[in-house]
């Protein structure tokens, strides 16, 4: 449980008056809690199945023999409490397989549900992932399906995010292959779309509010870095999801469909369209 708020009064008037369409910069709490200190993400790291870590370990000599080569649950231990050394990053997904995990992300969640759930619905999949990274790392241009905030636990970073519903950064094609699993996670970026960002750095005890998918990229600061990433999906967003899949078959039959509106746009009819294609396929 947590002993204070996660989100302070400011915060969670700050976060009504933007969600669900626009980034903002909040703040919290949560500096110096006993789950997030780097010993306690080394155990959480031990704890989690191989298949939700993902590491970049910069440690490995370039000669190493095979048989040398550190087993995962031991690199990314090792990496986690070296992260101050550069080059090397983790990521800790869904945080909440392990049970002190999945209570702190309910404890924050909750702070949120008075203003999440009479806009975009229910609190639906809640997901947490943690991010340990080195001074100066980058996290390529991409976009993520789910409802996010962002807390800098240790260390800073700058986030530059982009307007979501604009399409002269990526065509509604490019949302629909996303949706069907179809694209690279990481998105094209060109030059001329730097203009159209809005850069945000947060120090320790500051979070960001990064709407679904909102392109974005980030910069390390030079300090390691900690970050943790509570996400939630609603009945909006998977309608938004779904009726872009669905738009993606009316482009197969050759038509030029509308994309889906941007919140509070329901985007029902689509969405229940494709539910019912995806049963009648299996
Ligand atoms: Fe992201």
Redesign the pocket.
Known sequence: MLNKMAFPPEALGAFAGIYPNSPAKLTHGLVGHPLLSLDALAQLAQALPAGSIEYNSGFLPIGIAPEDVPAPELGVVETIRRIAESGSWVALKRIEQVPAYAGLLRDVLAELKAVVAPRTGAMMQLEGFVFITSPGGV?PF???PEH?ILLQIQGSKTMTLFPVEDEVLFSAPVHEDFHLGRHHRNLPWRDEFAAKGQAITIQPGEAIH?PVKAP?W?QNGDAPSVSLSVTWRSEWSYAEADARAFNSVLRGFGLHPRSPGAYPAQNRAKALAYRALRKVRG
């Open positions: 996290t991409h976009f993520d996010n990064v974005h980030v």
